[in-house]
Every structure is written in C-alpha cells, then in structure tokens.
C-alpha cells in the first residue's frame, strides 16, 4: 500500500496522521483516507473535489500533474506527501 | 451602548467587554485564524464562526455549551461539464466557497434557520442550526446572476443579509456588486431592488444599473420596516417604500464616504433613525431629525471599527448585547472618488447602453478614451 503523508501543519487543525492505503492513482488513495477521516477531505480537495488552489502533492518526488482529477498514477510502494505550496513568494 | 463586542479578525475572535468604565478583551478564540465573521443566535444561544484558512479552505465553527466544534461549510454543487459561467468582467466564477460574507439567522419563527452569503455570489440557507446547507438555486440560476462582479474581492460578495422584522419570509440581501435583492416568499423568487442607486466611480451607462450596486451594509428600522439604509461604496443610501426606490444621504458626519467603509445602524434609542459609526464614535445622522420618534427599541444594531458585519438585538432585556465585526481584510470595493459630482461629469464614456460597456470592459477596451478617469478610478483600473 502507498504512504499517505500530510503536512504538519495540517495537524492544527484536523487530526490526520501519515497514512496507509490502497488505490492505484492519487484519487484512489486519497478517498481511501478519507473514508477513515471525513472531515480532512474538505481542508485537501476543493468544492469540485479537486485539490485546493494553494496545496500540493508530491508523488515519488514529482509533483502532481493532473490537480482536477488526481489521475496521478501510483505503486504500493508509493510515497505520497499532500503539503501546503508556498504562496505569495 | 453593548457591553460586549465579538471582534472577528485575521487573528482571531476577540470578546471586547465593558467593565469600570474601560474595554478590555476579556477572551479570545482561534487565536491566530482568520475569522471573516462571527454570529449569536439568540434564539438558541449558539455562537458561529467562519474561518476562513487559506491553503485549507473555509471552514464553520458552532459553539454549544462553551465547545466549539466543527460543522459543515456552504459548498458548491458541481460545476456541469462545459458550463460557461462569468461575472460581469468576465471572470469565471468558481463553483468553491472562497469566503463567508455575511452570516444571520432566520426570523424568530424559524427554528434553526441560518443564511449565509458567500464569495464568489452563492447564498445558502440552513435548516438545522448549521448541520447542513442548500445553495438558493433561484437566486444562483438567475441569469442576472453575472452580471454581479467583484469590486475589491476577486468575484461578487454577500454583503449582508436583512430579515424584515414583520415577515421571515421576506429577505434582502445586498451584493457586492450586485445591488439589493429582496424575497418575499422565503427565497423561491427573487427581485432586484436598488432603484436610484448609484454608483459615481463606474461609466454612466453602468451607474445607474441596479444589479451592479455595491450595497455593503444594509439596515432595516424595526419600528418603520419600510425604511431602510444603506451603506454603498458610494456612500449612503435611505428608502423609505421597502426597497423599491433609494435615495443619496449625502454630506453627513463623519462622512458620506465608504472608503474606509464607514458602518451604519438602525438607531437603538430613536427607532426610524439611524447612526453612522467610525472609530469609537458614533454620530446621528440628520436623517434622525425627520425621522418618527417610536418608542420600540430598534432590533438590529451595529456597532464596529470598521465594515460592521453583524447586525445584533439591542434591547434592555437582552443581557448579553453584542455585536460582532468582521476582519479588516480591506474593502471589498474600489474606492470612491472623493467628488462625486465632477467624476461623473468627467466620466464621459457617451451614450452606451451597459450591456455595451460591460462588453467593453471584457474585450480590454474599457475604459475607451473618451473615459476621463479621476485618480480615484485609474486606483480601480490598477487593482484590476
């Protein structure tokens, strides 16, 4: 199964620790947190269930290309790390 | 005067009390958060606070019993695949709740009921105390919809939410920039209502235009529900026919100006009148004199720094009397030219209907050369 990883600073607001789970794409391994930790969903994905304007994700060191539809492929051996992008220089 | 003020600000919502002749903050929540508004439902005695974290999105807070948790936000249906939807300058518009604008309960019959007005334009009502919320669609669907634009926030504003004390049923809302618009049955229909506004800052085409007004503070008398105020980015507006028709305050203390938003009230001690806040002060308006002396405290009341957000119960029999302002987060509309009266009569973009200007302004070719701009509006220019 992937590695889920989120920000630290996600923490503060919404208890979400480093995660296992299975899927072969971003999406696929998002939603399986999700289904544990609800309330985390809406502080990564936007309205639309794509990913927040000012946040990030990192698949195996590259960022993520597709940010609407999280089609991002994914191994079991994945690290997967949803962070905050540096806004405003 | 309240004892108490609920402050929402960038870093935090601060309780302000009076106590021995001097304010002090007697408690803060979410230190360091950026609290875009707060709310006290006197009928239940729940506290609100939108939060607004950046990077994490908008989220709504509840406070029962002394413990804030966590409910669920307003949130955009999905967007239909190839849907085309733009403001009026011909942004499109994001179908993602960017901020919480305006946040007011329902009437007193209307256990449980909640609005709220958001950025980009959406407004939402609640049924159950914030547990969940259903996007207006009459309102959203209605094509005059994008016609609204952002002033200084990058899309449209609720500004505020106005529940006539004779009726719940009937709601005004004013939108920033999209004028007064009024229910009379709840929010299945809805009209525009900001006749004899203006706007001097805007092409004369455009000015005039009901549904690009920039109300940002709307006040209802309780004790004459047929007069209203509001505070406009162009200044200070009165009706006294429920909306249908507005009319300029103009050249009143401390100033007719909205820039800095200068915050109004419905006045508590002379029902019919209203007052103008700035700073700690609060001045009368020469609108008091005319105004029918009845003896019913005012029910909505606002008292704030800058921008009052809240509109508050003020009766003697309420012992927890407050009154919350929203965050500075600067003002949600261009600034004003400070002489009204020579902008328009420099501002000669000739005989355009506004459907033309707003075109114009789409394609790049506003203003047109014939657009004397004072330094006020080449300020709006430049921040668009």
């Known amino acids: 199964m992937a590695r889920v990883v989120f920000t630290a600073n996600l923490q503060r607001h919404v208890e979400c620790p480093a995660a296992e789970a299975e899927g072969a794409t971003v999406r696929e391994a998002l939603e399986a947190v999700f289904r544990m930790n609800d309330r985390l969903r809406g502080y990564v994905l936007d309205d639309q269930q794509a990913l927040r304007r000012h946040m990030a994700i990192v698949v195996d060191g590259k960022p993520l290309r597709d940010r609407v539809h999280l089609s991002d492929p994914i191994s079991a051996e994945s690290a997967v790390y949803v962070l905050q992008a540096l806004s405003g220089g | 005067m309240s004892d108490r003020l609920v402050v929402s600000t960038r870093k935090g919502l601060f309780w302000v009390e009076r106590g021995n002749g001097d304010w002090r903050v007697a408690h803060v929540d979410f230190l360091g958060d950026n609290v875009s508004i707060a709310l006290h439902d006197l009928r239940t005695g729940y506290d609100y606070a939108a939060l607004n974290h950046g990077h994490f999105g908008v989220k709504l807070h509840r ?7 966590e409910i669920a936000a307003p949130a955009y249906p999905p967007k239909p695949e190839g849907l085309v939807d733009r403001d009026g300058w011909g942004k499109d518009i994001p179908y993602s709740l960017i901020n919480i604008f305006s946040l007011e309960t329902g009437g007193p019959d209307e256990d449980g009921l909640l609005w709220c007005g958001t ?20 309102l959203w669907d209605n094509p005059k919809r994008q016609q609204w634009m952002g002033g200084g926030t990058d899309w449209p504003a609720i500004h505020s939410i106005c529940i006539d004390p004779r009726d ?14 009024e229910t009379r049955d709840g929010g299945n229909a809805w009209e525009c209502r900001a006749h004899g506004m203006f706007a001097a800052f805007l092409p004369p085409e455009l000015g005039r235009d009901p549904n690009v007004q920039d109300p940002h503070r709307l006040a209802q008398s309780r004790s004459a529900p047929d007069r209203l ?16 028709s507005w009319r300029e305050i103009a050249d009143v203390r ?3 100006s909205a820039s800095p938003s200068p915050s109004i009230r419905a006045s508590r001690t002379r029902p019919g009148s209203c007052r103008q806040s700035r700073t700690s002060a609060a001045f009368p308006s020469r609108e008091s004199s005319s105004s029918p002396a009845h003896a019913t405290p005012a029910r909505r009341s ?3 720094a800058r921008g009052c957000r809240r509109s508050t119960p003020m009766t003697s029999s309420i012992a927890t009397r407050w009154t919350s302002t929203r965050a500075a987060t600067g003002s949600p509309s261009p600034p004003r030219p400070a002489d009204s009266t020579s902008a328009k009569t420099r501002a000669t973009a000739g005989g ?9 302004m789409r394609s790049g070719s506003f203003p047109d050369p014939t657009f004397r701009r004072p330094a006020h509006v080449v300020a709006l220019c430049a921040f668009m």
Request: net charge positive; hydrophobic share 30%.
């Open chain 2, 254 to 256: 401390p100033s007719s």
């Open chain 2, 168 to 181: 719940s049923a009937i709601v005004r809302i004013g939108v920033s920039c999209g004028g007064v618009w």
């Open chain 2, 229 to 244: 105020w509001a505070q406009h980015h162009n200044g200070i507006f009165r009706s006294d026919d429920a909306s249908a």
């Open chain 2, 302 to 304: 606002t008292f704030s």
């Open chain 2, 352 to 360: 355009r209907s506004p459907t033309d200007c707003r075109r114009r």
């Open chain 2, 119 to 138: 950025i980009p334009g959406g407004l939402f009502r609640s049924r159950d105390h914030g547990a969940t919320w259903e996007l207006i669609r009459s």
């Open chain 2, 63 to 69: 406070r029962e019993n002394g413990v804030w948790t």
